[in-house]
């Protein structure tokens, strides 16, 4: 049965409709197939060469579909002023005639039309941000970006994608706007502060992330320098919680509120006092699993051992109870273990003294400074809480400001 469509659109709606019993084509796949078809009519003969140049463009971003389809979602919003430029016309006077914003529905209608006016083109273009997407995705080996890896990686861990449409438009973009590393690597830093801001207090909301970052791009697409760092920090500056509200945050019950955030915050402070001798991979996997888990001091377990009933409230199970609610899972009652699962709801000291089989620390002996006063005490209380909780949120402030800029070296 052959059946005929008008557009690359149609037939994605239609391979959908076919193929609901099996795997339908996606988008990528419909992009590929159109420009691949286009340059075999541009230039005959060459195809296997620019099947060659797509494939390149997917090393760079890996296999994760979705990983695929953002970038090519992100590549357009962030170049959209000069990628809608050569369809501009006085009669239809829409600025962005492809469309405002590239989504999901609408990414193949965008790039078909692309290809149809300039496929070399765009294939070559897509190829080259792509390598430079691929510093987001810690893809790219090229040494001479080593100082971006630390700042990125955080970005990554944060959940901060969605600003990687501005992080690759500077990318592109920084001789034209005179930016050097020090300035990315300072802007990629101002980015993670956002985003430990944001994703605690939901402020901006996630709606609204895709055209903070477009409209951040307006303002600094003339700026040049020092002047782009400003720009970019006085828009994010803008949108985001007060001082006031992102220390009310902190100072809550932060693991519910956001446990990644948590875990983030807290690795965070644990890295301040590591040195390249001391340094320990806080974000290594085992599977799919982190090797460090957030560990909570008072237990969290809904049946609180007797040893913590009678250390926390003298004996008084239902005091236990309240300040567990209370207190649990505050900043200061956390910490980081790679051995959480061996420390659970163990006695403090039990959880202080602990060793492996071999007679190494693993409880809070374990050599992390987020831990050295629980070295060393020899109670746990909801007052030691709540002043463990006032010095580590005073140092989430500082560490996270979007004022100036601040090394996490």
Known sequence: ?????????????????????????SAIDLIKNKLLARLETTEPGKVDHYFGVWNKLLDYLGDDYSVQER????????????????????????????????TRSNLILIYEKLINQDAKHHLQALRAAGQLYALMLSRNADESWTRLDKPLKDLDRIQGAPSYLLMLYLLVRREQLGIDLA?????????????????????????????????????????????????IREELLAVSASDEIFRT????????????????????????????????????????????????????????PRSWVTLIADGDAAKAKALQETHVHKLGNLTISGFNGALGNKSFQ???????????????????????????????????????????????????????PKSRE
Request: charged share 25%.
């Open 1 to 25: 049965m052959k059946i005929e469509v008008a557009s690359h659109a149609d037939a994605y709606t239609l391979f959908e409709s076919l193929n609901n019993r099996g795997m339908p084509l």
């Open 71 to 102: 970038f090519f979602r992100q590549y357009y919003n962030a170049f959209k002023d000069s990628l809608n430029a050569p369809f501009r016309n006085d009669a239809d006077k829409k600025k962005d005639p492809l469309g405002p914003v590239a």
């Open 183 to 231: 300035q990315l690597e300072e802007i990629a830093q101002l980015l993670v502060c956002f985003f430990v801001r944001r994703n605690l207090t939901d402020t901006p909301p996630t709606r609204d992330l895709t055209r903070l970052f477009m409209g951040t791009i307006d303002k600094v697409v003339d700026l040049s320098g020092a002047a782009v760092v400003k720009a």
């Open 249 to 304: 945050k902190l100072e809550g019950a932060i693991y519910e509120e956001n446990a990644g955030v948590t875990r983030f915050v807290l690795c965070s402070l644990a890295e301040q006092g590591m040195t390249k001798e001391t340094w320990v991979d806080l974000w290594k996997y085992e599977g799919k699993i982190f090797v460090w888990t957030i560990e909570h001091i008072f237990p969290q377990g809904e049946n609180i």
């Open 350 to 404: 039990e959880k202080r003294d602990r060793t492996d089989s071999g007679g190494r620390e693993v409880g809070y002996k374990n050599g992390l400074k987020l831990n050295t006063e629980r070295a060393t005490a020899e109670r746990w209380s909801v007052a030691q809480v709540d002043l463990r909780t006032a010095t580590m949120v005073d140092q989430v402030m500082g560490l996270f400001s979007m004022t100036g």
